[in-house]
T-cell receptor, first 112, second 111 residues
Framework: GESVGLHLPTLSVQEGDNSIINCAYS??????FIWYKQESGKGPQFIID?????DKRQGQRVTVLLNKTVKHLSLQIAATQPGDSAVYFC???????????FGRGTSLIVHP | DAGITQSPRYKITETGRQVTLMCHQT?????MFWYRQDLGHGLRLIYY???????DKGEVPDGYVVSRSKTENFPLTLESATRSQTSVYFC??????????FGDGTRLSIL
């Protein structure tokens, strides 16, 4: 299948390390943010979301941090596993809109 | 099973042919979307729909037609396929102000 990772920023980590993937957004009116994971040959899969009234939200092995001041979002993956290898991208929505703006993505490669 | 299903998963056709990509969701989500994903461009919105019989153009609508006669179905038609429409096509659904849920895509090659 196609590789959506080509031409994307790449983060290479060792299995067991923590990974941090960053995303910048441009719309200061954005108030809802989503992280997706896309494995090769599959569609984007929802990981975690956060609304603008929060700075941090935790899920299973994942944490999303939101810094509205600098319009920055990060996804932290704890104890990264080979199965976490994928392209990760963020999306943001502004109030009143139901059409997200997607980031270009980061390719995460986990070495055993 | 609940979810969003795209068909076919793979399609090869020739320029000038009409092609229809199918999308079916079982969540009864109001909103449905069609994207294409190409190297170097990320996800680009083709068309979207807020409800049955309501559709709107996205970023790259030229050469595509959609319809939504039922809430659960949102087919995408390439009326006269061109090589530039070779891509991976994703359908998604969602509720207002919520995350979109994607199908696994249709890989379309136009020769």
């Amino acid at each position: 299948g196609e590789s959506v990772g080509l031409h994307l920023p790449t983060l290479s980590v060792q299995e067991g390390d923590n990974s941090i993937i960053n995303c910048a957004y441009s719309n200061s009116a954005s108030d809802y943010f989503i992280w997706y994971k896309q494995e090769s040959g599959k569609g984007p899969q929802f990981i975690i979301d956060i609304r603008s009234n929060m700075d941090k939200r935790q899920g299973q092995r994942v944490t999303v941090l939101l810094n509205k001041t600098v319009k920055h979002l990060s996804l932290q993956i704890a104890a990264t596993q080979p199965g976490d290898s994928a392209v990760y991208f963020c999306a943001d929505l502004s109030g009143g809109s139901y059409i997200p703006t997607f980031g270009r993505g980061t390719s995460l490669i986990v070495h055993p | 099973d609940a979810g969003i299903t795209q068909s076919p998963r793979y399609k090869i056709t020739e320029t000038g042919r009409q092609v229809t990509l199918m999308c079916h969701q079982t969540w009864s989500h109001s909103y449905m979307f069609w994207y294409r994903q190409d190297l170097g461009h990320g996800l680009r919105l083709i068309y979207y729909s807020a409800a049955a019989d309501i559709t709107d153009k996205g970023e790259v609508p030229d050469g595509y037609v959609v319809s939504r006669s039922k809430t659960e179905n949102f087919p995408l038609t390439l009326e006269s396929a061109t090589r530039s429409q070779t891509s991976v096509y994703f359908c998604a659904s969602g509720q207002v102000r919520g995350a979109q849920h994607f199908g696994d895509g249709t890989r379309l090659s136009i020769l």
